[in-house]
C-alpha cells in the first residue's frame, strides 16, 4: 500500500460546484499535513495547512480524521481558475511525503 | 524579494553527460530537498539536507549527487549513471524539521537528447 494516496480524478465540474477531495494515509504517527496547488508545468504552491481542529480560508476547507486517516479539501463556489492538480503532503520521518495529485477541472 | 530561485529553466543534455541543477534560496531556511516529477505523477524525493554540510538520500537517490556547503544553496548533479533523467526538477526548503510547511522553486526542466 501507498504510503498516501489520492484519486487522480479527473473531477469535472461545473463553475459555482462544490468539490470534495480526499487523501488517506497510512502512517498514524504524521503529525503535520498540507494542500498544495499545482498548475500545469508549474511547482506546487501551498494553499494551506491542515489542523486537527479543520482549517477554512475562504472558500476552501481542510480537514483531518485522524480515526480513519484521511485529509480532505472541499472547494465551494467553484472557479474557472481553481482548475489544478491539487496534491496532500505530510510529514514522514524528516521529510514531507506527497500524494499523485487530484485533477480538478471546472467548467464554465 | 524573499524566495527560492532554480537555473536554469529548461536544460538540454546529451546522454553520457553530467549536469548540473542550481538552487538557491534566501528565506534562511535550513532545510532543502530535491524532488523528481514525472508527466502525471507526484514528487519522488531524491535528496534531502537538514542543516550545512550534511545531506541524506531520499527514494531515488540512484544516478544523483549534492552537496550542501552553504545554507543558501543545494545544488543537484545529474550523473550518466541516472538511466531516464529526463523531468522536471523540484527544489524546496523550509525551517528545519519535517514538521513544517515547504516551498517550492520554479523547478528545472530536463530534457535528455
Known amino acids: 500500500r501507498k504510503e498516501v494516496e489520492q484519486d487522480p480524478g479527473p473531477f469535472n465540474v461545473p463553475e459555482g460546484a462544490t468539490v470534495a477531495f480526499n487523501c488517506t494515509y497510512s502512517n498514524s504517527a504524521s503529525q503535520s499535513f498540507f494542500w498544495y496547488r499545482q498548475d500545469c508545468r508549474k511547482e506546487p504552491k501551498l494553499l494551506m495547512s491542515?489542523?486537527?481542529s479543520g482549517n477554512e480560508d475562504g472558500r476552501f476547507t481542510a480537514q483531518l480524521n485522524r480515526a480513519s486517516q484521511y485529509i480532505s479539501l472541499l472547494i465551494r463556489d467553484s472557479k474557472l481558475s481553481d482548475s489544478a492538480t491539487y496534491l496532500c503532503g505530510m510529514d514522514s520521518s524528516y521529510k514531507l511525503i506527497f500524494g499523485s495529485g487530484t485533477r480538478l477541472l471546472v467548467r464554465p | 524579494d524573499g524566495g527560492i530561485t532554480q537555473s536554469p529553466k529548461y536544460l538540454f543534455r546529451k546522454e553520457g553527460q553530467n549536469v548540473t541543477l542550481s538552487c538557491e534560496q534566501n528565506?534562511?531556511?535550513?532545510?532543502m530537498y530535491w524532488y523528481r516529477q514525472d508527466p502525471g505523477q507526484g514528487l519522488r524525493l531524491i535528496y534531502y539536507?537538514?542543516?550545512?554540510?550534511?545531506?541524506q538520500k531520499g527514494d531515488i537517490a540512484e544516478g544523483y549527487s549534492v552537496s550542501r556547503e552553504k545554507k543558501e544553496s543545494f545544488p543537484l548533479t545529474v550523473t550518466s549513471a541516472q538511466k531516464n533523467p529526463t523531468a522536471f526538477y523540484l527544489c524546496?526548503?523550509?525551517?528545519?524539521?519535517?514538521?513544517?510547511?515547504?516551498?517550492f522553486g520554479p523547478g528545472t526542466r530536463l530534457t535528455v537528447l
Open positions: 539536507s537538514q542543516i550545512v554540510n550534511d545531506f
Open positions: 528565506l534562511n531556511h535550513d532545510a
Open positions: 524546496a526548503s523550509s525551517i528545519r524539521g519535517s514538521y513544517n510547511e515547504q516551498f
Open positions: 491542515v489542523y486537527s
